[in-house]
């Protein structure tokens, strides 16, 4: 199984375009190591030939085009076979609207995600007029095959505000246990995480690679700065630093690949020369980078 980093950085990207913090100014003026980075979303394969596409990020078209995998061959068609979805954010769904030209899309999301994409972002009633969408619900804790790789989701909790109002907590958030049919090697898609509970440290148990939320260093990163009013916990988030933090409870897992993606523009980690990165590196664990494609 191949996982492959298509972006990497939280919502906005990095450099944010609306953004002076000192990360985004030291990637635009060079000052310090650092890559720009996109929005995050993983291509995942059981044999480097199909892909599956998890999360749609608004920089999808970019992202495609900087892997030749995703290429398209006769006839417009693609390696693309399916989207999954972790959440309804825009982040994460908008780039489905850029997929408009093709023959279809399959997508597969928990009956609250698409709840929110019809009534509230709606981001499904607006792509339906495009082009067919065939809706394959995700049910947490049920597994499913894709074809070479079975997935199975789990519940995320989470206290962020649920801005479109679709009355449940079930199937808001979810991680995506994924195991490798032929070899039985596991890996999770974890990109939005505000607690590490016991039901998603189980979820973490015997797997062998683990993509996961890395928004924020500190808690009151944001507020910090001057550029918000709220914690990353606030934002549905695990702040990664300190005691508590994700860092601290992650580094101790016996897990060969540990893996930071979806990092907020503020984190320092972004710069490869700041203390904040050397101490991920030195606890065992890498911070994703578009391109990085892992094979498990």
Known sequence: MWLRVLGSAAGGGYPQWNCSCPTCRAVREGTRPARARTQSSIAVSPDHEKWFLFNASPDIR????????????????TPLQAVLLSDAEIDHTLGLL?????????????EATHATMRSGTGVLT???????VEWTPVVPGRDASLGGITYRAFDVPTAKHD???????????VGYRL????????????PGVQEL?????????????????????????MIRLGLAQKTAHDMGHLSLGGPGGSLEQLSRLPIARKIYI?????????????????????????VAHDGLEVEV
Do not use: K
């Open 163 to 173: 801005r479109f109002g679709t009355g449940t907590d079930t199937g808001r958030v």
């Open 98 to 110: 850029l997929l408009r030209e093709g023959r279809g899309i399959s997508l597969h999301a928990t």
């Open 179 to 190: 195991t490798d049919e032929t070899t039985g090697t596991v890996a999770v898609y974890l």
């Open 262 to 286: 979806h990092i907020n523009n503020t984190n320092p980690i972004l710069l490869e020369d700041s203390p904040e990165r050397r101490e991920v590196e030195e606890s065992g664990m890498d």
């Open 197 to 221: 509970t016991p039901a998603v440290l189980d979820e973490l148990e015997g797997i062998d690679c683990l993509f996961i939320d890395g928004t924020c260093w500190r808690d009151d990163e």
């Open 126 to 132: 607006t792509l339906e007029r495009y082009c067919p």
């Open 62 to 77: 970019a992202q495609f085009e900087a892997f030749p995998g995703l290429h398209p061959g006769d006839d417009r068609v």
